[in-house]
């Protein structure tokens, strides 16, 4: 279900996966604690959200945030040109991948002092959520929490 909604744009799965994880996550916060401040989904590059036609990670995020109210931040970070696919890759690869991938956007300075939800689909060896992550605690977040509906070893 996860790959046809990554790969082949299936909005019903979509809906239904996002539904999901939104559940979880709302009962989590209800049981451990507050909600976080912001909803950062993982930015894809302009040219592969051209040719994909739509961001899962904001597809998911945008279910998070009318099931559980929470603002979503869309421009806190960039995700630069040059690499490639982390799909085949190995985890030292994927790693070295992504160094440097994402920049601080316009809106980064508003994850200072917050709480912070990154919001993904996939989530394999962690280096797209640590490159993200890593320019989030440079502008200051206070906590990161990673949210995906499945984790691959």
């Known amino acids: 279900m996860i790959k046809h909604f990554k790969d082949q744009g299936a909005f019903a799965p979509a809906r239904c996966l996002g539904s999901i994880l939104a559940a979880s996550f709302r009962q989590h ?3 451990c604690g507050q909600y976080p401040d912001l909803l950062v989904p993982v930015p894809l590059h302009n040219q592969r959200l051209r040719q ?3 961001n899962q990670s904001v597809c998911l ?9 929470i603002p979503l931040l869309l421009s806190c970070c960039n995700r630069q040109t040059g690499a490639h696919q982390q799909r085949g890759l190995g985890a030292q690869q994927r ?3 992504m ?3 994402f920049t601080a ?3 980064a300075h508003l994850t200072g002092g917050r709480h912070i939800a990154i919001i993904d689909d996939v989530v394999t060896t962690t280096a797209t959520v640590n490159a993200l992550s890593q320019v989030l605690r ?3 977040a206070a906590r990161i929490d990673v949210w995906a509906l499945a984790r691959v070893n």
Do not use: V, W
Request: glycine share 18%.
């Open 29 to 31: 916060y209800l049981e």
């Open 52 to 54: 994909r036609g739509f």
């Open 61 to 69: 995020a945008r279910t998070i945030q009318h099931k559980c109210g």
């Open 95 to 97: 790693q070295l991948n």
């Open 99 to 101: 160094q440097g991938m």
């Open 105 to 107: 956007g316009r809106d």
């Open 138 to 140: 440079q502008q200051g």
